[in-house]
């Protein structure tokens, strides 16, 4: 039997993004956030979701572009720290040591040492309650190289990337590959 567990934010698992942009003063910062994800195709698109009282709603709002990285393992303390500080008091980035670049086609800045992030151009906003849906336009991916399989595509193996439950407040990992998409169904006879 199933209980109910009511109106729940429970779209199991979200994943851990760091989205980057710049202040008033041109300053750069980044915040983790918990909700977002990919929202069209053509033209490509992804959605935040955030609070007013951030520091990067704001900046958003003024620069009109943003960037997003998904969160690797080995850089996950750091996208914890950029969820727990605020950038109005720190500068997350000297704070980590972690490098801020200019991205070449949205003003915004993206994380170096992350393997890759996603130029957005902001398209819309959507006021939602609690929070506001920021959807950007994805006017380019960058990727490290050694990121790529042998067909020029993103290697999760590689990134390993992370998720998060932001219910109970947990961090995952990647598992292991379990099939191919639009290719495991096959395998059933409709009756």
């Given at each position: 039997?199933?209980?109910?567990?009511?109106?729940?934010?429970?779209?199991?698992?979200?994943?851990?993004?760091?989205?980057?942009?710049?202040d008033k003063e041109?300053?750069?910062?980044?915040?983790?956030?918990?909700?977002?994800?990919?929202?069209?195709?053509?033209?490509?698109?992804?959605?935040?979701?955030?609070?007013?009282?951030?520091?990067?709603?704001?900046?958003?709002?003024?620069?009109?572009?943003?960037?997003?990285?998904?969160?690797?393992?080995?850089?996950?303390?750091?996208?914890?720290?950029?969820?727990?500080?605020?950038?109005?008091?720190?500068?997350?980035?000297?704070?980590?040591?972690?490098?801020?670049?200019?991205?070449?086609?949205?003003?915004?800045?993206?994380?170096?040492?992350?393997?890759?992030?996603?130029?957005?151009?902001?398209?819309?906003?959507?006021?939602?309650?609690?929070?506001?849906?920021?959807?950007?336009?994805?006017?380019?991916?960058?990727?490290?190289?050694?990121?790529?399989?042998?067909?020029?595509?993103?290697?999760?193996?590689?990134?390993?990337?992370?998720?998060?439950?932001?219910?109970?407040?947990?961090?995952?990992?990647?598992?292991?590959?379990?099939?191919?998409?639009?290719?495991?169904?096959?395998?059933?006879r409709v009756r």
């Amino acid at each position: 039997m199933k209980r109910s567990l009511g109106a729940r934010t429970v779209l199991l698992p979200a994943p851990v993004l760091v989205v980057g942009t710049y202040d008033k003063e041109g300053r750069p910062n980044v915040m983790t956030v918990a909700w977002g994800g990919t929202c069209c195709s053509n033209p490509p698109c992804v959605d935040i979701a955030l609070r007013k009282a951030t520091y990067t709603y704001q900046s958003i709002l003024d620069r009109r572009a943003f960037t997003v990285h998904v969160t690797p393992e080995r850089y996950l303390t750091e996208a914890d720290y950029f969820g727990i500080v605020s950038g109005r008091d720190v500068d997350k980035f000297a704070a980590t040591g972690l490098t801020a670049e200019r991205s070449e086609t949205v003003d915004a800045p993206y994380i170096k040492e992350f393997p890759f992030f996603m130029e957005c151009a902001l398209r819309e906003v959507i006021e939602l309650g609690l929070h506001t849906q920021f959807i950007g336009e994805i006017v380019d991916v960058k990727m490290d190289e050694d990121m790529l399989d042998d067909t020029g595509l993103p290697d999760v193996g590689r990134i390993r990337p992370t998720v998060m439950v932001p219910e109970i407040r947990n961090y995952y990992g990647f598992g292991e590959k379990l099939g191919n998409v639009f290719v495991m169904g096959r395998k059933l006879r409709v009756r």
